[in-house]
């Protein structure tokens, strides 16, 4: 194998582990609102996502990124909170507004941050800034697009298969994602 | 009820543990010069499970069961025989510690079996990754506790 090979490996079973379940709730909430035939708009707004988190991974030589790791373990379920809750609003619910776009950039930019410490061991002592840190953001982008595509068969089997509205799905998976999310913003509250 | 909701709520952590270390071996001139990275945090707590709660890294660099260690758990094999290592030196630097080893080995070698078992009985979710330049060949092996041996292929 080539290196890029197992830093893209890397990169992936990261998100496909249960290490990243955080990651994973985000984007199964940002996408519920979602038809299946608005898929490429999912695929747009996750890219939007990984697009955020790798410009904060990469920007961790700078100071500007070190920013209180307590704080941080609360921003990123205060993320989900927030996408939730949009999603309950027509204004989240329009499914052509690029909206969603922008919301997943600059919470990719806060997720991001709490991969701080993966910067060191991906960037010092490789002979090439990107020669890691390049497969290793392609490899959380492509798990990423693995749940998409397997959230994506679920909702159509739910839409087609068993006649339901997406509103309906919306509704169940924006309160549990808010649920579980609201409990660990309380867990790590910093201040 | 109550056990569901906090069993759940304990597997979505904002903040991930990445149990990783990546080594770069690079054989020239009849000698295989090997750095590893890992997160200093585990390497210390690797050596308390070995040495003793009170162990610390900053004085580990005294102690010669470091490189016995370090040693037992990184290494190469050609055709079945071990490659005889030495412990060169680490450095630690904040959040990272470097490992240096060498290996003598005459002549560039056509296949190694790598294996590289650090923090494999600490960590389950554990990945060493271990690249290895040889002449303008650069393989790279993917070690977890599941497969901690791979071959690479210099051909």
Redesign the interface.
Known sequence: ???F???L??GY??II??????HI?FLIALMAVYQTKNWLKVVIAVSFFTLGHSVTLSLGALDVVNID?GL???L??LTIVFTALLNLTKFGQNQKSNFKYWIALSFGLIHGL??S??Y???V??ESNYWQ?LLPFNLGIELAQLLVVFVMLIIMGIYGFMLNKKIRDWNLFISGSAFG??L??CI??WPF | MGIF?II??S????????H?S?S?AEWENGLLKC?I?V?SEDLEMSLQKDFGADYRLETALKDERLAKYVLKHYGFRQDGQMLKGEFVGMEI????S?LYLQFPLENAPASLDVYNLLFFDSFE?Q?N?V?VQCGAV?????LSPQKNTQILEFK
């Open positions: 194998m080539h290196p090979t197992n830093y490996r890397l079973e990261h582990s249960l290490a990243a379940l955080d709730l790791q941080i373990e609360f990123i379920p709490g991969f410490n993966y060191d061991m991906l010092m002592g890691a579980l999310a409990i660990m867990e790590n | 909701w759940l709520v597997l979505f952590k904002p903040a991930h543990d990445f990783v990546i770069q750095t990275r997160f630097e904040n959040d990272l470097f979710d990945s990754i690249n650069l393989r790279s092996a993917f």
